[in-house]
């Protein structure tokens, strides 16, 4: 699976913005679709989850905040972000949960 994330970008904090992951290549993530975040100096962390009935799970530093989605006709995740703080600042990283697992490059976050 390959996937590639954009609609990283610099914004105010309370600001928004809305990130997509696409699987590209004619690849199809069958499983759980996650966004995680890794700040500077720090280990990589979970943001949100959903799975392909839509189920979803939220850190509960974004819940309330951030809103996960999913478009399986499109091969698509989304990631809504509102009130966003410096402390959301990070490089997001868009992972499918079949087989192993794979990655996408991420896409830069800032918050200031």
């Known amino acids: 699976v390959q996937l590639v994330e954009s609609g990283g970008g610099s914004v105010q904090p309370g600001g928004s913005l809305r990130l997509s992951c696409v699987a590209t290549r004619g690849t199809h993530c069958a499983s759980d679709m996650n966004w995680w975040r890794q700040a500077p100096e720090k280990e990589r962390e979970f943001v949100a989850a959903?799975?392909?009935?839509?189920?979803?799970n939220y850190a509960s530093s974004v819940k309330g905040r951030f809103t996960i989605s999913r478009d399986n006709a499109k091969d698509s995740m989304y990631l809504e972000m509102n009130s966003l703080k410096p402390d959301d600042t990070a490089i997001y990283y868009c992972f499918c949960s079949d087989d192993s697992g794979y990655w996408g490059q991420g896409t830069q976050v800032t918050v200031s």
């Open positions: 959903i799975w392909p009935d839509g189920m979803t």
